[in-house]
C-alpha cells in the first residue's frame, strides 16, 4: 500500500535514448511534483501539476515533459538524454489545505537514472 | 542563489543527548518550514513544519523553532536514537503566486547517533 510509488528504481541508458518515469499517489491529493536530486544533493523542483493543470514549470530543458493523464499519476518523459540528465528524480505529491504554500509533501523513492 | 542553507554538512551525537541541526534562510516571502529525514536509497520523509505565525512545534521527541527575526530555524531530536541517522533536509515556501507548492531545500546534514 504505497503512498507514493514511482517505476523504474533505477534506469541505466544512452545518451541520445528517450525514458520514461512514472509516478502514481493513492492519497487522493490533488497536486503532484517532480523534483531532481543533483549529485551535489540538491533537491530542486521541476514541475507541479494540480488536477493534471501544470502549475509550476521551473528552467527545464524542454527535453523534458510531464503529462498526468489523471490526479493519481504524473508520469516525466525526457527525450534525447544527456549525461547531464544522471540524477535521482523524485515524484511527490500534497492535499489540498486551502492554506496555499503550506501543504506538507509527500515523496516517493527516488528513481536513479544514470546516462551512459 | 541558495534561499535555504544549512552549514554544517554533518553532524555526530551521543545516543540519548539532544541534537541540534538547524537552518537558516534568506527570502523574506518564505512561511512555512518543514524538516524531512532521507535515509540512503529512500525518498524524504517528512517530519515536522511550522508556519511562521508560530515560534516552536513539538512532536514527540522532535521540536522545530523558528526565528523570523533572524531567518533561522532549527529541529532539535531529544533523545537522540541510532535510527535517526539519517540526511536531514530543511525546506521552506511561500504563500501563493508563482512559488504555490514550490519547496526550497537546504543541502542537508547528515546526523549520525553513535550507541
Known amino acids: 500500500d504505497t503512498a507514493v510509488s514511482q517505476t523504474p528504481k533505477y534506469l541505466v541508458t544512452q545518451m541520445g535514448n528517450d525514458k520514461s518515469i512514472k509516478c502514481e499517489q493513492n492519497?487522493?491529493?490533488?497536486?503532484m511534483y517532480w523534483y531532481k536530486q543533483d549529485s551535489k544533493k540538491f533537491l530542486k523542483i521541476m514541475f507541479s501539476?494540480?488536477?493534471?493543470?501544470?502549475?509550476i514549470n521551473e528552467t527545464v530543458p524542454n527535453r523534458f515533459s510531464p503529462k498526468s493523464p489523471d490526479k493519481a499519476h504524473l508520469n516525466l518523459h525526457i527525450n534525447s538524454l544527456e549525461l547531464g540528465d544522471s540524477a535521482v528524480y523524485f515524484c511527490?505529491?500534497?492535499?489540498?489545505?486551502?492554506?496555499?504554500?503550506?501543504?506538507?509533501?509527500?515523496f516517493g523513492p527516488g528513481t536513479r537514472l544514470l546516462v551512459l | 542563489d541558495q534561499q535555504v542553507k544549512q552549514n554544517s554538512p554533518s553532524l555526530s551525537v551521543q545516543e540519548g543527548r539532544i541534537s541540534i541541526l538547524n537552518c537558516d534562510y534568506t527570502?523574506?516571502?518564505?512561511?512555512?518550514f518543514l524538516w524531512y529525514k532521507k535515509y540512503p536509497a529512500e525518498g524524504p520523509t517528512f517530519l515536522i513544519s511550522?508556519?511562521?505565525?508560530?515560534d516552536k512545534n513539538e512532536d514527540g521527541r522532535f521540536t522545530v523553532f523558528l526565528n523570523k527575526s533572524a531567518k533561522h530555524l532549527s529541529l532539535h531530536i531529544v533523545p537522540s536514537q541510532p535510527g535517526d541517522s539519517a540526511v536531514y533536509f530543511c525546506?521552506?515556501?511561500?504563500?501563493?503566486?508563482?512559488?504555490?507548492?514550490?519547496?526550497?531545500f537546504g543541502q542537508g546534514t547528515i546526523l549520525t547517533v553513535h550507541p
Open positions: 511527490a505529491s500534497s492535499p489540498a489545505t486551502g492554506l496555499a504554500g503550506q501543504e506538507t509533501q509527500y
Open positions: 492519497l487522493g491529493h490533488d497536486t
Open positions: 501539476y494540480n488536477n493534471k493543470e501544470l502549475i
Open positions: 527570502n523574506s516571502m518564505f512561511d512555512y
Open positions: 511550522i508556519s511562521s505565525i508560530k
Open positions: 525546506a521552506a515556501s511561500g504563500a501563493g503566486g508563482t512559488s504555490y507548492g514550490k519547496l526550497t
